[in-house]
């Protein structure tokens, strides 16, 4: 395809201008038809030929289509549209789905101190091994069929017990068991909301939920957070303001900052939710990192308004896929039709090796033991970064994370962008942030900082970024 | 919640229908809000109680809900909307999701000549067992950590290693591996379509496929199939008529029919596409029972508006669950930040196992006895069918589907409802025809037939039958 590189004229570029701020504006969807070259020539006061070449560049931008024929169309798809409509605010290359892909796609060479999750030796794999080899030889296990549509019930069984050990009473038929948490969280999303729905999250929050809810084209908005949970004064606001559908938060210690909901607050937002008909998404995967349960916003004066979402990637396997989902009988089977329309079943074998991994207590003492590392790991990084100038915003209970502030004029993005040349992958602030308010701070995973190599390339890093 | 049950009087009963038909119709899409009780009585000329009383019957159903001190608003969720919108030609209780549900979740007592897949004996479980084991032992095996974003690159390499011996030349930087095929095609109708967009699908077709384009809000336009592909005259009029984006439909074996695409005719639908701006989405799920390659819409001169999906779900294992597709190389990093950003990664330890299975050949040497098997099935399951008066639609020349005329005066949703009570799953043909043109047709796996009950059991249900 010719792209045009020389700029376009006044009148053209008048026509361009016009024309992708229908587009960005979503005036004019994708598959919408674009007035015809005569019908703008006239509204504009320009010459047909002047709209045919601003016509020719914007298609050849990929921003609208011609069909033989047939005219102009505002082009799909759909996703990368939504993805890619990120604003003005924030710089294109630390995107939220940025760390997702440095996280997934860099070498096992490279150091990832803003890695989300623990490094491979942290992980329970003689015991993962174990289980594969019993299942192996069960005679049994689900080795070949499609998985029952909510899941293998063993597995469902051992969640509802674990639950209950912390202190949930969830019956196994309200588990509906996903691909990953992140599924889970899709899935209640494609059932609860519609395009243009306002979504609140907290303000920095999990950066996928950004990605996610620009996919769903929601509206987000974000509620700066605490060190106890959202701030309710701008909480209260965001209700009256914008009448959100949902609130998508994560329980247990929060990423990225470790806070921890105070129960005063989980009591306030299930009162407003039930007074400003508030669905709640309480994506609790890291829940299992507690030591102390704190608060969460699933009890059971709420339990028909809020859905818990858990998973055991953090603390298993992430090989191994598999989350789950708890809501209200009646939603439940609705999810079930969707997720079977959409996925069609579940890995049932997966499922098997997980449910053994459960049953005979490996992953519950391996879960303790993670407990006691991040325990030790977590002051160990707070002094490594703070010989380095970086202030923690908090000091976590538990969790792997540690959100930090940095030496002054120092921003995260290009910090981030700098370490990446030299095998560091960071978690620059503003991947979390939807008011992008976070460019001075930055995440840590106190599980990912004990290679020797790091304080020195840390140090060297910050040295020469500049301010 | 109190329903009232007795039937609502007539100017209440108006309005509500008013509202009923602006809700199906989607003027008011869901999270509207309804006009005000004051503005509603005086548009309808009825009384403000009126109005009261049929919103509250309206809420009471669920077809729209109150929010205090705000008015009443269209309900969501999306989901079992868009799910349940069958429309009233459709019976309810076989709608598209009828024979997933009876299939994932009847008991294994149950004779399940509906079925979509080949029981669990025909599958190559010792073979599974074998690479279960081996993963178990290997060093390399990621047991813990997350998928790189388009899955495993060895088994990425050996899928298109395959796929080279079947005459196709993929490279394996095109290929995105997903949990399912059905989450590839999913996943490509979330990246390619809006809702309201026209898109094509063979009636009859995949009844997945009716219940997934559903939940995209598609506007599904079926084609009547004949046993070499698309009706073409009818399918060059719905590109006229709807001007949809995508069709839809299944190579190989033809699912429900068993049919063979013409090369004649696979060159004719490429030449439209391209004439036409319509993708092609070619589901090729069954294309390894084929024991001589069909045509298939891919080719080299249709690689950009082509995209294959396939799975091995239905020769190797459906617990192991993985899809695959295959797409154009820009549209493949779109497609991976979006299933990045709604389920995260893939599952590497089933990637793995599959893997292995491919390398040793495992899994071609189970394919090559699957279409033995098949071949001897087909003619008797014609036989069996045939003494019971079952006419074959066409005689496949592969594959485990065979589409049935039932005998005169026989319905098939009937049948299917009745067979089960006696633990017989059917698939009753108007849940695979989005013109419900099928009412007279069933689906049989021939795989699924040769339990001694069977017989029988069908020859009753025949019998008894009202007709």
Redesign the interface.
């Known amino acids: 395809m010719d792209i045009p590189l020389s700029p376009a004229p006044g009148r053209t570029a008048g026509i361009m201008r016009f024309v992708r701020q229908r587009i960005a504006a979503r005036e004019w969807?994708?598959?919408a038809r674009l007035p015809s070259l005569r019908a703008m020539a006239q509204q504009h006061g320009v010459s047909k030929s002047t709209v045919v070449e601003a016509y020719d560049r914007l298609a050849a931008e990929g921003a609208i289509?011609a069909?033989?024929g047939?005219g102009f169309y505002v082009a799909?798809?759909?996703?990368?549209l939504a993805?890619a409509e990120i604003g003005p605010r924030l710089d294109r290359q630390i995107d939220p789905?940025w760390v997702?892909?440095q996280?997934?796609?860099l070498g096992a060479q490279a150091l990832k101190p803003g890695c989300g999750?623990l490094p491979?030796d942290w992980?329970?794999?003689d015991a993962?091994?174990?289980a594969?080899?019993q299942?192996?030889?069960d005679p049994a296990a689900?080795?070949?069929?499609?998985?029952?549509?909510l899941g293998l019930p063993a597995l469902r069984t051992q969640i509802a017990r674990h639950l209950g050990t912390r202190g949930l009473a969830v019956d196994p038929r309200h588990i509906l068991l996903t691909?990953?948490?992140?599924?889970a969280v899709?899935l209640l999303c494609?059932?609860?909301?519609?395009p243009?729905?306002a979504v609140l999250v907290d303000d920095p929050c999990y950066f996928?939920f950004l990605?996610?809810l620009?996919?769903h084209r929601a509206r987000i908005v974000g509620v700066p957070h605490t060190p106890d949970g959202p701030d309710m004064d701008r909480f209260e606001a965001a209700l009256r303001e914008h009448?959100p559908?949902l609130y998508l938060s994560n329980a247990g210690p929060h990423n990225p900052t470790g806070a921890r909901l105070s129960a005063a607050k989980a009591r306030r937002i299930r009162a407003l939710a039930h007074?400003?008909?508030l669905i709640l998404i309480e994506d609790d995967i890291f829940g299992d990192f507690e030591s102390r349960p704190a608060a969460r916003l699933a009890a059971d004066d709420s339990r028909d308004r809020v859905a818990q979402v858990g998973s055991f990637?953090k603390t298993?396997?992430?090989?191994?896929?598999c989350g789950y989902l708890i809501a209200r009988e009646d939603?439940l089977d609705?999810?079930a039709?969707?997720r079977?329309?959409?996925?069609?079943?579940?890995?049932?074998?997966?499922q098997a090796v997980i449910a053994r991994l459960l049953r005979d207590g490996a992953w519950q003492q391996h879960t303790r033991l993670l407990r006691q590392r991040l325990a030790l790991a977590m002051p160990r990084a707070i002094r490594l970064l703070g010989a380095l100038g970086l202030r923690p915003w908090h000091e976590p209970e538990d969790g792997m994370f540690l959100w930090c502030r940095l030496p002054d004029g120092i921003d995260g993005a290009r910090l981030a962008q700098a370490g990446l040349q030299q095998g560091l992958m960071l978690a620059p602030g503003n991947v979390f942030s939807q008011a992008q308010a976070a460019g001075a701070m930055m995440r840590f995973n106190v599980s990912q900082m004990d290679d020797p190599r790091l304080p020195d390339r840390l140090a060297t890093l910050i040295r020469t970024c500049p301010r």
């Open positions: 969807p994708p598959g289509r069909r033989p047939a799909g798809p759909l996703a990368p993805l789905l997702s892909r996280s997934l796609d999750w491979d992980m329970p794999r993962i091994r174990r594969l080899r299942v192996a030889r689900p080795l070949t069929d499609y998985a029952p549509a691909d990953s948490g992140t599924q899709d494609r059932f609860l909301i519609e243009g729905d996928n990605a996610l620009r996919a009448r559908r007074d400003h008909d990637s298993l396997s992430a090989s191994l896929r939603w609705a999810l039709d969707l079977t329309a959409t996925t069609f079943s579940g890995a049932g074998l997966t």
